[in-house]
């Protein structure tokens, strides 16, 4: 999409700046992006959504951990680092959510729904 924007550009010339006129206008390049939960990465469309939400029985992505440092430090001392892929195992909704470091080959790990909320996760749809 192409827009079009009033603004004011201030030139440097010599060693002070030069305001241009108060009508002038940039076409910029502009691209909207919603946040839908989906987004693109390499040739591929992924689903973003957090940890508690996601499915079961499905490879998953760590996309970013939404937390706090003393949380954050928890998650990465856990083994859950951003950029890992995740298996999250099927649970009744309730409680903790349990899931096993792919990309470290790990133990499961089981992570607090109210933390789950905040690690956003993505994955392909099939």
Known sequence: MLASFPVCILKK??????????NSTVDLQVKFVYDLGLFRQGNKTMT????????ADVELEVLELKTGMVARQRLLAMGVHA????R?????GHG???IANITMNSSKVAI???LADRIMVGYEET
């Open 13 to 22: 010339e010599g060693g002070s700046y030069r305001q241009s006129p108060a």
């Open 48 to 55: 973003k959504i957090n940890l508690a939400e996601a499915p």
């Open 83 to 86: 950029g890992d892929r995740v």
């Open 88 to 92: 999250k195992y099927p649970h009744s």
């Open 96 to 98: 903790a959510v349990l």
């Open 112 to 114: 607090g729904r109210g």
